[in-house]
């Protein structure tokens, strides 16, 4: 099974797009690895929208993180299956809590194991930074060469992110990015054709 990696800071919009994109590819129920707040993982089933109640935080590094979904993608006659894995979000620098640093080692590890990673950024954290986080470059980096990598632009929708849009595709190369709004399912046809190109 290819595994399809998404990976990003906190709150860019991991596990919304996890979701939604899971209900685009027509998942109704998604059987979810989740790791329960004393630190054990546990299957869940959820509908979408139930999931998306209980999963996508306001605040960062919600403790129930979404581990992974099974997806089937239509190719042929025959469906392929996929495992979107939602991680950590990653910061720049050492964590102060010992619970997000090995999360974080473990999106490491995931990074090196999977074929497909989807790197999320927020368009709408542009305005303040005008450049790349450390952490953002520093996946952009390592992993600009992979067949299997696309920065994902979050949050399109939102007031004033064309323009952002345009400063992202002045730092990195054009070709690598998608832009996209996990919120309303917006550049998931571009997405789904780029896993489907890839596995
Ligand atoms: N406007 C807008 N908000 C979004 C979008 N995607 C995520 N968000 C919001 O960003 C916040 C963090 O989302 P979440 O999926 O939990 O991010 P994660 O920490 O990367 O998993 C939530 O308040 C979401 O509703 C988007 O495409 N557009
Ligand atoms: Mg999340």
Redesign the pocket.
Known sequence: MVSVLIV?Q????????AINFASYLGVEKLKLLVRQPAGFLATRTYQPKEAYKKL???E?H?TTEIQSIQIKLPMGKKDKKIRLI?SC?LVDGIHSKQKIRTAMAQTLDQLFQSQIILH?VDLSQFDFFMQLKKIDQELYNLFQQQPGYKVLA?????DGQERNLIKLKNLIDQKLIIA?????QQGFTDVKAFLLENI
């Open positions: 990003g906190p709150n860019v919009g991991k596990t919304s797009f996508v935080a306001v960062p919600k939602d979000g999320i979050n949050k399109l929708d939102l996209i709004s996990a919120l309303y």
